[in-house]
């Protein structure tokens, strides 16, 4: 079996490839600097104790001729992909007024035209055989709106409608789609955002422990195991999923208390 984890080289993405490369699956990862990459390389190998071989090969998941090359070259290495998990994904959190257009855009074209780019690389030829499955990592913030964070959570929230689509069209060719929805999650993304996250949208999600990142690895990857078509990790994302129109419009009003506007 192989299994491609874009943004394998750390968080999410890495602590998946560790399940899998325990389980003695083919991995593959991409993600851009080639130095994390290769860190990555020898500690799965490493913790694997022996049981899998890992590639790895640098690409920018949101530039799609490299993201091609990068594909192509995880299955001339460990032939076609079985296991797409797409994790990789970036936040700047920004006041929409002085957030610039190109750090708005960057996120854009990581979080959803990078995931998109990405299962098309390797939806084909899943297609072609009858056999794959998809998990693209979106966030709880695409069932929300987060004050500083509208190019995240709209990223994140196009990524419901893509997988949603797709998992109709891709169903009867035996090709499955999931995509999970993780809350807080204690890794360098998380470290990094928090350094520039606004009271405001700390008002809005709450003080939350941060959930281990192998916590949710594990839960990923039983949804990529049972072919779940959505995995909501924590009880409150899946009612935001599931009630969310009834709820946000009471959420958006107790904000409004809470901040004195
Ligand atoms: N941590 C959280 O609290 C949290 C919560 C909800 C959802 N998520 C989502 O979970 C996913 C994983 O996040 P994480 O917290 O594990 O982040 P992380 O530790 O920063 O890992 C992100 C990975 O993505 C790679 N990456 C970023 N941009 C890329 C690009 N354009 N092309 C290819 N690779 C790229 C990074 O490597 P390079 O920088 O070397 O490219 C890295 O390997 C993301 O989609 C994130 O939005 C995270």
Redesign the pocket.
Known sequence: MHVVV????????FEVAKIYARRGASVSL????AD?LETARREIEQYSAGATKVFVVP????VSAEISAAIKACEAAHGPCDILVA?????EPGWFHEQTAKAFEAQWR??FT?VVNTVRDVYASMRGRGEGRIMI?S???AFIGIPAYAAYCSS?SALVGFADALRLEAMPKGVTVGICF????D????ARELQSRPREAEILMGRIK?RR?EEIAVRLVTGIDRRSAHVYFTGSIAALALFGPLVRPFIEIWYRLKVGR
């Open positions: 874009t943004g394998g080289s750390s968080g999410i993405g991409i993600a851009r600097n994390r690409a920018d998941a949101a994790s990789a994904g970036i936040v990581t979080n990078g990592v966030s709880a913030a994140k993780p809350p807080d999650t890794t360098p993304q998380l941060p990142a």
